[in-house]
């Protein structure tokens, strides 16, 4: 029982740690608020995509194809999605809002944190189904939010417009390029791979670290009664909705550690630039954000701690 305790606040402390000192950071003066979604900007744009890239372009998938695993990891998000969708139309008057709560239920932090739980849960060699699942759930997870976020931000959405604010998003592109690298066996030049690694190794803890940097508490006041009720849904709701069924199904070990991120992690970090970017409330996708990491990492560590008290991980 000590070690499975151990074992997950391995998993879980270096993501809180991260968050800590970007919060430590901005109350020393060193970083405000127009900096962090500067920099996010940037992460979204050219490190989160190379991340993307890198992570498949450099994996072995053929032993860790699991094809019922990937359809009850898309399955699931897509039955989240529209349960949400349906919920919140009825709960939710502002259209602005309705886009940006609809994203921080079904759509977790998958990139940033996923790795990171599984490696420190199953060890480095066991990275290829959570890095298959980053493949196909994260474009999912994006053209979801693309769909929602242009139904709800003011103007009706041309499908054309639609079809291409899909195709551009940048983690999309990257991960088709990984899938496309990967199939074609096509190899980077050494320096073009080094500076992929390099670029890829930054991404999720600069992530994490400016996440920490937007905390605002004193910001959540207005939007309290929203960002409780999406953090619980999202956190234990969304989880216990999808991780229990496929512990019944019969998934263990690897497969149920990187369907973990998939279902119990925070709301990504990026949908705050996306609703930013895309005409939603920006500030309510800032406070689940910021309200879901910080709860996460006491979620987080819950689920995985009774998965491995069972035996199951």
């Known amino acids: 029982m000590w070690g499975n305790f151990i074992a997950c606040l391995d998993a879980v402390l270096p993501i809180f740690g991260l ?20 920099m996010n900007k940037v992460f979204f744009r050219f490190f989160m995509p190379v991340m993307l890239f890198y992570n498949i372009y450099c994996s072995d998938l053929s032993a860790a194809v699991q094809p019922a695993l990937i359809a009850y990891a898309l399955g699931c998000t897509l039955l989240v999605f529209l349960f949400s969708l349906a ?4 709960v939710e008057p502002e259209r602005s809002r309705r886009g940006v709560i609809v994203q921080g239920l079904y759509r977790s932090n998958l990139v940033v944190i996923g790795l990171p739980v599984v490696e420190s849960l199953m060890g480095p ?23 929602v976020l242009e139904y709800y931000g003011g103007e009706r959405t041309r499908p054309a417009r639609l079809v291409l604010d899909v ?9 088709v390029a990984g899938i496309l690298a990967l199939l074609l066996g096509l190899k980077l030049p050494l320096p073009a791979e080094t500076v992929a690694e390099q670029m890829s190794a930054a991404a999720s803890p600069v992530m994490l670290f400016l996440l920490g940097a937007f905390l605002q508490p004193s910001a959540m ?28 199904l019969g998934w263990r070990g690897v497969a149920l550690a990187s369907l973990i991120p998939v279902f119990a992690s925070s709301t990504a970090v990026n ?23 910080a709860l996460c990492s006491l979620t987080l560590f819950f689920w995985c ?9």
């Open 167 to 175: 195709l551009k998003n940048p983690l999309n592109l990257g991960s």
């Open 87 to 90: 919920i919140v139309r009825r």
């Open 125 to 147: 060699d066991n990275l290829g189904p959570v890095v298959l699942l980053i493949a196909t759930v994260v474009p999912l997870f994006n053209t979801l939010a693309v769909i």
């Open 221 to 248: 006041k207005h939007d309290r009664r929203a960002v409780l009720w999406v953090s619980a849904g999202r956190l234990l709701i969304v989880p216990a909705l999808t991780l229990l069924p496929a512990v019944l």
């Open 19 to 38: 968050i800590l000192l970007g919060y430590a950071a901005k109350r020393m003066g060193l970083l405000d608020r127009d900096d962090v979604r500067k």
């Open 271 to 293: 949908s705050f630039t996306m609703a930013q970017q895309m005409g939603g409330d920006a500030e309510l996708a800032g406070n689940i954000v910021v309200a879901t990491s």
């Open 305 to 313: 701690f009774l998965f491995k008290s069972l035996g199951l991980l």
